[in-house]
């Protein structure tokens, strides 16, 4: 079973910064989406920002201009940037590692912690 890896997440205060990083040794990410969704207390997961096979980037209006997907070739490590944080970015955030049209290729990190302080 392949299963992502997030780490980066923590404290930070609004305004700063944090890099989180996805990592899966055994896949080669040039044929998968990656996507990093975020989950807070009482509501539903959402998607963040997405990084296709094919080199497009998506974000959510809440976060454009301000955070910024990556990948890195031949690491098979996916980042998010996140710059000029808010406290309302603070949630769990996840990696999803799918295929684009295999849908039985779909994997899941176990998230990562990001509280942004007022």
């Known amino acids: 079973q392949v299963q992502p890896v997030e780490s980066g997440g923590g404290l930070v205060q609004a305004g700063g910064s944090l890099r989180l990083s996805c990592a899966a040794s055994?896949?080669?990410?040039?044929?998968?989406?990656t996507g990093w969704y975020r989950q807070a207390p009482g509501t539903q997961r959402e998607l963040v920002a997405r990084f296709t096979s094919g080199g497009s980037t998506y974000y959510a209006d809440s976060v454009r201009g301000r955070f910024t997907i990556s990948r890195v070739s031949g690491k098979n490590t996916v980042y998010l940037q996140m710059d000029s944080l808010k406290p309302e970015d603070s949630a769990v955030y996840y990696c999803?590692?799918?295929?684009?049209?295999?849908?039985?290729?779909?994997?899941w990190g176990q998230g990562t912690q990001v509280t942004v302080s007022s």
């Open positions: 055994e896949m080669i990410f040039s044929l998968y989406n």
């Open positions: 999803r590692v799918y295929h684009p049209t295999l849908s039985r290729y779909d994997y």
